[in-house]
Nanobody, 128 residues
């Protein structure tokens, strides 16, 4: 049974930092990208960041570029999201996800439909 468990969320003041972690278990995740999405109250889930299986390719939504950094653990089944210079508009539930298998180790996607497995989410609240 595949499980993705996020941690690291919480309450922080604007300008502060948080580091989200996600550990995936229950199968091997070779040649699968990992990503972070978020959903704010009353809004649709949106892409935040993605990283390829190799770890060498990444993508970010424009609103977080230069502030957030996605990385992948050596064991490839963990993903992190370092969030700096947080803004109130970053407030949301953050979800990690594992993509469908892809033959290319440099594959990643910003499309939620390309992800097979999802975590339960962790709340991030940024106060002004």
């Amino acid at each position: 049974q595949v499980q993705l468990v996020e941690s690291g969320g919480g309450l922080v003041q604007a300008g502060g930092s948080l580091r989200l972690s996600c550990a995936a278990s229950g199968r091997t995740f070779s040649y699968r990208a990992m990503g972070w999405f978020r959903q704010a109250p009353g809004k649709e889930r949106e892409f935040v960041a993605a990283i390829s299986w190799s770890g060498g390719s990444t993508d970010y939504v424009d609103s977080v570029k230069g502030r957030f950094t996605i990385s992948r653990g050596n064991a490839k089944n963990t993903v992190y999201l370092q969030m700096n210079s947080l803004k109130p508009e970053d407030t949301a539930v953050y979800y990690c996800a594992v993509s469908k298998w892809h033959y290319s180790g440099t594959y990643y996607s910003n499309d939620a439909k390309e992800y097979d497995y999802w975590g339960q989410g962790t709340q991030v609240t940024v106060s002004s």
